[in-house]
């Protein structure tokens, strides 16, 4: 009898035990696969703040380029900056017509005179802001200073946040399947055990014995993490509209949720199921393996 | 070769059921076992495919020193010196084909070399047209046919058989006999354990005869003499088989 049939033989007969292994990796890979992707998106966030200018002076409806001008000279001669950049009215108009140009009823209300012009400040060293801080307060025509610094540290928190429930109930589900894979496998260990007996007594390696078990337990964490993976997708693309239009100013998520099937996409698809998939052969083999360590001496 | 110095087995520190075992059984030979039930001719077998470890003494099976086996190794011996259950052990789930071809599978073969292995020993225990039934549909003669099939499928060095004839009709038992010998003039040392007293005296082969644990004749054309069963004998098996039991 072929190895591959008879691990086929070995799922097909206990189908409900089966069926609970795999739904159980099947909800672990789910769980994890959404908190792997949230967690990447909120580094990708953060990294995109990061990457950001340090802190935006945003001006009174009256002030205008010679309030940017005046303060610009001043915090250059600070020797403390290594950047500026000037946002007019209009060009605060443009970026908003960007950001909003799906939605048209948004795009009527506004005009130029409603959006304060700002100045983003680059500080050569993040310590130099607390000592900046003033100087721009004090400056004429300031209404009020955004630091980046607290957006980053607001979405850091969320971030470990996220990190830290994710990840205790990912673990916990992941030990939750490896139990049950554990237990699946005892029980074909025990129904198999006359079986097992016969082939070391005609002189079967331990592995040879181990194999099937091995590559069973391997199957139905491929099963769940595969369910898993195309849920995932489904719900991707059922959001992703959503998502491209909150989030599209990131470039990586811009560059993987524009256009669904381009090849960067793809490539990325496929690959979040190759980890997905080995990652799940990896905790059903190592079930399975626990398990006949755990019930046949070999 | 096989080699017994000084070998005894002890079950549960009380039980002897073998004391002072010294034999030696030459490559090629084919050797009789016999000696009524529990006088330790299924635990003799059980030392060899190290299913059983010695309590003293040292078992050779050509390099390998049994008790010294690590058990990784154990499975290397068994490929080497292959054995005919008592009781078959077939895999009632799997046709006669299957069941054979897993002694050809446990040694990672071809799957040519085992389709060809597989139909050349059914050929030769005469059960080809039965490679596709299940061991349910088949009688006591030919299950044990399987059995030695099985058994010599990878080209083991050495062959145990453990009352290959036991409930067998004489016509049947010789038959089985015959396959054995064949094998043997194959090259291949081959043990049988037997009750059988007509295949023993008619074959005039070399015959160990076994009592109470202990070799009582070795003979080389022997003969099925050994006396009927003692009170010594009756009592011994009473304690093994009250040990057998507190075992399970």
């Not at chain 1, 699946?184 to 025990?190: D, F, R």
């Not at chain 2, 003692?230 to 304690?239: L, S």
Request: proline share 3%; aromatic share 8%; no cysteine.
């Amino acid at each position: 009898m072929k190895k591959t049939n008879s691990i086929w033989t070995h799922i097909r007969r206990s189908p409900y035990q089966s069926l609970a292994a795999v739904l159980t990796m099947f909800l672990t890979f789910l769980l994890g696969g959404i908190f792997l992707l949230t967690t990447s998106t909120s580094f990708a966030i953060l990294r995109f703040f990061e990457s950001k200018p340090q802190l935006t002076v945003f001006f009174t409806a009256k002030a205008g380029q010679a309030e940017a001008d005046v303060l610009k000279d001043t915090l250059n001669a600070t020797g403390k900056v290594s950047s500026t950049k000037y946002v007019s009215k209009e060009d605060a108009l443009g970026i908003y017509k960007e950001q909003n140009k799906n939605d048209p009823l948004l795009l009527e209300m506004v005009t130029a005179d409603i959006l304060p012009a700002s100045l983003e400040v680059t500080a050569k060293d993040p310590h130099y802001l607390a000592e900046l801080e003033p100087i721009i307060k004090g400056a004429n025509g300031v209404e009020e200073v955004v630091f980046q610094k607290d957006v980053v540290d607001t979405l850091l928190a969320w971030t470990n946040a996220v990190r830290i429930v994710g990840g205790i109930l990912a673990l916990l589900l992941g030990i939750d399947s490896l139990l049950i894979i554990m237990t699946v496998i005892g029980l074909k260990i025990a129904m198999k055990k006359e079986e097992i007996e016969i082939l070391k007594l005609i002189g079967a390696s331990p592995w040879y014995i181990r194999k099937p078990f091995v590559i069973e337990g391997g199957i139905y964490g491929v099963s769940g993490a595969g369910a898993a993976w195309v849920i995932i997708m489904i719900l991707i693309a059922v959001f992703r509209i959503q998502i491209v239009s909150f989030l599209g100013s990131i470039p990586i998520i811009h560059l993987l949720l524009s256009d669904p099937f381009s090849w960067i996409t793809i490539a990325a698809s496929a690959g979040f199921f190759s980890i997905m998939a080995l990652t799940g052969f990896i905790l059903g083999g190592l079930g399975s393996l626990v398990s006949l360590n755990r019930y046949i001496k070999l | 070769m096989i080699r017994f110095d000084h070998v005894s087995k002890k079950f549960g520190g009380s039980t002897q059921a073998l004391s002072d075992i010294t034999v030696e059984i030459p490559d090629g030979e084919f050797v009789f076992l016999i000696g009524p039930t529990g006088a330790g001719k299924s635990t003799l077998l059980k030392l060899i495919i190290r299913e059983l470890v010695p309590t003293e003494g040292s078992i050779y099976v050509d390099d390998w020193n049994i008790e010294n086996l690590q058990k990784q190794q154990i499975h290397l011996l068994r490929r080497y010196v292959r054995m005919v259950f008592q009781d078959i052990k077939l895999l009632y789930d799997r046709t006669i084909f299957e069941n054979v071809a897993v002694g050809m599978e446990v040694l990672n073969k071809k799957e040519q070399d085992i389709e060809k292995g597989v139909r050349d020993v059914l050929a030769l225990v005469e059960l080809r047209d039965k490679a596709d039934q299940f061991p349910a549909q088949l009688s006591a003669g030919e299950l044990q046919r399987v059995g030695i099939a099985r058994a010599i499928v990878g080209g083991p060095k050495i062959l145990l058989a453990d009352e290959p004839t036991g409930n067998l009709d004489p016509e049947t038992s010789e038959d089985i006999l015959e396959i054995l010998k064949e094998i043997n003039k194959l090259g291949t040392t081959v043990i049988v354990v037997t009750h059988n007293n007509t295949i023993v005296d008619k074959n005039k082969k070399r015959t160990i005869t076994l009592r109470s644990g202990k070799i009582i004749s070795d003979e080389m054309k022997g003969k099925y003499h050994f006396a009927k069963r003692t009170h010594h004998d009756k009592k011994h098996d009473e304690k093994e088989e009250k040990h057998t039991h507190e075992k399970d």
